[in-house]
């Protein structure tokens, strides 16, 4: 073992996301990155959480370079934190880890603690599966769109299946990047437990972002900002306003958050599906101008 802790380190590589990408993660609140992880990590992490730390907090485990370098830097999950954070984003510090015996039940609706409402984007929630988890292993559902909807913990606490909910399956070196204010939840998981698989594990941490943000991923060229759809795909906002959300996230992460100005109404972003091509929106940041 080497002890590189990465407590207070940071990072940085090239970003990975383009426009589109950036502007589906406002939308959205989560981006699925299927088995980016090498098999030959995800072993290691399972045999590290069944015999060194089977706890909810197996924070030692950042300190192995392995898992440094395979999971925390890995190349697809560090270029879209560095497209969503910016350069020099910390690495985590907590792991925590969702570990539950098979089978189990579902977990409530509900946003982790100490989430706050806010266009910034000033650090992301990332989840890991280190085997495989398809429906029947209970993954982690969310609510796209929901890290907008405002909703007390009590209340959220009594919804069942929810209309558009995804339930996040991948399969195992799967990682998504969330906006932490998501609504989620556990889905339960039918599969017995077998001699191989007793639990299904999930990882969980947050990077940080250390500058101002702005728009330094990948640069769609000619990418026309009249003609997109921020609106969550779920619908459940009342009309337009998840997608007047988005694109005010969208501008705060460009850098260009004193350009953006909802004045109300028939105003950018909403008129996307009308607006002739060419033409721009009313209120269109002149930063997205084409
Ligand atoms: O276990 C799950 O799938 C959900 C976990 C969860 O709610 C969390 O990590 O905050
Ligand atoms: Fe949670």
Same mark, same amino acid.
Not at 104 to 107: D, F, H, R, S
Not at 186 to 204: I, Q, V, Y
Not at 212 to 231: A, E, I, L, M
């Given at each position: ?10 990072? %940085? ?8 990408q950036?502007?589906?993660f406002?939308?959205n ?7 980016v992880?090498? %098999? ?23 300190l192995?370079s ?12 560090a270029?879209a934190?560095?497209?969503?954070l910016?350069?020099n ?14 089978p189990?039940?579902?977990?409530g ?22 085997q %495989? ?26 919804f ?21 204010s998501?609504?989620?939840r ?19 941490y947050?990077?940080w972002?250390t500058g ?16 997109? %759809?921020?609106?969550p ?5 009342e ?9 005010r ?11 953006y100005e909802?004045r ?14 060419g ?7 002149a930063?997205?101008?084409t």
């Open positions: 073992m080497v002890a590189i802790s990465p407590y207070n380190q940071t990072c %940085d590589c090239e970003p990975t996301l383009t426009d589109a950036v502007v589906d406002c939308r609140g989560y981006l699925v990155l299927e088995g992880v090498p %098999d030959e990590v995800n072993r290691q992490v399972v045999r590290y959480l069944d015999e060194a730390d089977s706890g909810l907090a197996p924070n030692g485990i950042a192995e392995w898992f440094v370098e395979g999971l925390l830097k890995n190349a697809q999950a270029g934190v560095r497209s969503l910016g350069a984003f910390t690495l985590p510090m907590l792991i925590a880890n969702h570990r539950g015996a098979l189990c039940g579902p977990g609706w509900h946003r982790d603690g100490g989430s706050v409402h806010t266009q910034k984007l000033e650090y992301l929630q990332v989840f890991y599966y280190p %495989d988890c398809p429906l029947h292993f209970g993954p982690t559902e969310v609510l796209p769109g929901s890290h907008f909807m405002r909703l007390k913990a009590s209340m959220m606490m009594n069942g299946q929810i209309a558009g909910a995804v339930p996040v399956t991948g399969r195992a070196g799967t990682i998504f990047l969330t906006v932490y998501i609504w989620h556990r889905r339960p998981a039918t599969t017995p437990a077998t001699t191989e698989n007793r639990f299904r594990n999930l990882l969980k947050n990077y972002r101002p943000p702005r728009r330094d991923w990948k640069w769609q060229p000619g990418f026309d900002f009249n003609q997109v %759809d921020f609106n795909p779920n619908r459940a906002f009309q337009f306003q998840g997608g007047i959300a988005a694109a996230m969208f501008c705060w992460l460009a850098g260009l958050e004193h350009e909802k109300g109404g028939q105003c950018w972003p909403i008129c996307y599906p009308f607006v002739p091509k033409a721009e929106q009313m209120g269109i940041p930063g997205l101008r």
